[in-house]
């Protein structure tokens, strides 16, 4: 049982380049979430998703963007690359919501140059 | 500013002694999880609260959800170098037309000296 799985592991960028980061999970959960995590300020919500074909915009959505085509997928993209987005992604899953347990992904260590 | 703010930071503390962290909001949630996170690791839950003034033991760490549903603590009694980690908590919040998002805080990273 893989859980939640996140491809790549690590990405070096350059500032203008796009990357998509891929989340696939095999829990059958419903919602999904991407973070990202800095130094000093926790886990911070990008986008998420309650379901198949829906998105909504959490904290710090500016310069991202998320599909989520199949239940068990969930992409994140990055249109035009910037150094304020170096930082470690996780991606989550969970049955039902917030008040269900959310599993995380190893993270994808992102740095942009 | 983020939505639920965890103090302290950071904690460096002698084996054997206790802690208290807090995590804090103005916003009222429909529950609490508590999470601890190894170095190159995500998130793995420890705990959910959900009714206000709960209580939850798991063996030396006690959790308390505030009776407002606003703010909750982690206590742990004798602590051990195998507690060291960051502690993160996280709440649960709907959102109309958008579904119940889960928020984290900003962490509290504990080291626990031998």
């Known amino acids: 049982n893989a859980g939640v799985t996140q491809t790549p592991k690590f990405r070096v960028l350059k500032t203008g380049q796009s990357m998509t980061l891929l989340c696939a999970q095999d829990m059958n959960h419903e919602y999904m979430y991407w973070y990202r995590q800095d130094p000093g300020m926790g886990l911070r919500l990008i986008h998420y998703s309650v379901g198949e074909g829906t998105t909504a915009k959490g904290e710090v959505p500016d310069g991202y963007n998320v599909s989520r085509l199949k239940k068990q997928n969930f992409l994140l993209g990055l249109e035009s690359a910037a150094p304020s987005q170096t930082s470690v992604y996780f991606c989550?899953?969970?049955?039902?919501?917030?008040?269900?347990?959310?599993?995380f992904g190893q993270g994808t260590r992102l740095t942009v140059v | 500013t983020q939505l639920l703010e965890q103090s302290p930071q950071f904690l460096s503390i002698q084996e054997g002694e206790n802690l208290t962290v807090y995590c804090n909001s103005s916003?009222?949630?429909?529950?609490l999880q508590w999470y601890r996170q190894e170095p190159g690791e995500g998130p793995v839950l420890l705990v959910t609260?959900?009714?206000?003034?709960e209580v939850k033991k798991l063996k030396r760490l006690t959790f308390q959800f505030g009776d407002a549903r606003k703010d909750s603590s982690l206590h742990i009694t004798a602590a051990q170098p195998g507690d060291t980690g960051l502690y993160l908590c996280?709440?649960?919040?709907?959102?109309?037309?958008?579904?119940?998002?889960?928020?984290f805080g900003g962490g509290t990273r504990l080291m626990v000296k031998p």
């Open positions: 989550a899953s969970n049955l039902a919501g917030g008040n269900t347990e959310a599993f």
């Open positions: 996280a709440g649960a919040l709907f959102r109309y037309n958008a579904g119940n998002m889960l928020t």
């Open positions: 916003s009222v949630f429909s529950s």
């Open positions: 609260v959900v009714t206000g003034g």
